[in-house]
């Protein structure tokens, strides 16, 4: 029985919803700590619902926080374990969600950060319709070996990262982007130069354009 998800949402600036946008935290943070992007990005999908689920445990490094899965940093499988056990929790938020707002899934768009980057790729990939985009921040594909027999499908993706990264070092990027290829799966990707762990404002600007131009809506001329 998949674990109920909840989070914080921002209602479409145009108070008529086209497109779904779905935010999936880091280790040890919660929803709270992206829906804001969704204030950044309003103007450029003013039909977009944002939610940001909180992640189904509580972190056991973080009081407040949450996580999708453990970590331990000495297993390791435990990512690959972590993304299987965690996705159907994910998956029945997704259906609720496009199902709340009437939308299809060509309409619906996964933004992660760090462990939720790897959630958002590990479960974009295998929807039975792929979402219309993933925007991957500071993570990593996880069990790429996997992937070439389990996707179903080929979702835009947009793979962004710190070059001083020390909590997923940049190399992950690079990992990614060779395990996608294996899959023959395309993406695209952003170097985001003298950033650590976290999001810039060209990696910012960078993923609104991505999201939007994947739903098909008019791009402001530079």
């Not at 086209?18 to 919660?30: E, K």
């Not at 985009?133 to 996707?151: R, T």
Request: hydrophobic share 40%; glycine share 10%; proline share 9%.
């Amino acid at each position: 029985m998949p674990r109920p998800l909840d989070g914080p949402r921002l209602a479409p600036r145009s108070g008529t919803a086209r497109q779904l946008v779905v935010f999936l935290h880091g280790y040890g943070a919660d929803g709270n700590d992206l829906i804001d992007l969704g204030q950044q990005w309003a103007a450029l999908m003013p039909d977009a619902v944002f939610v940001s689920p909180h992640a189904p445990e509580p972190c056991g490094m973080a009081p407040v926080g949450r996580q999708w899965w453990a970590l331990t940093m000495r297993d390791p499988s435990e990512r690959w374990r972590g993304s299987v056990a965690a996705r159907p929790d994910l998956d029945h938020f997704l259906d609720q969600e496009l199902a709340r707002h009437g939308l299809p899934d060509s309409k619906l768009a996964l933004v992660g950060f760090s462990q939720g980057t790897m959630m958002a790729l590990h479960t974009g990939l295998r929807r039975k319709v792929p979402p219309a985009s993933i925007l991957a921040y500071s993570g990593q594909l996880v069990g790429p070996d996997h992937l070439a027999a389990e996707a179903t499908g080929k979702p835009a993706i947009l793979l962004v990262h710190g070059d001083r990264d020390n909590v997923i070092p940049v190399d992950a990027l690079f990992d990614s982007m060779e395990g996608l290829a294996k899959a023959e799966i395309p993406c695209q990707w952003h170097l985001s130069i003298g950033t650590a762990h976290g999001i810039d404002p060209e990696g910012l600007r960078q993923g609104g354009l991505f999201l939007a131009q994947n739903f098909g809506l008019p791009i402001p001329a530079q």
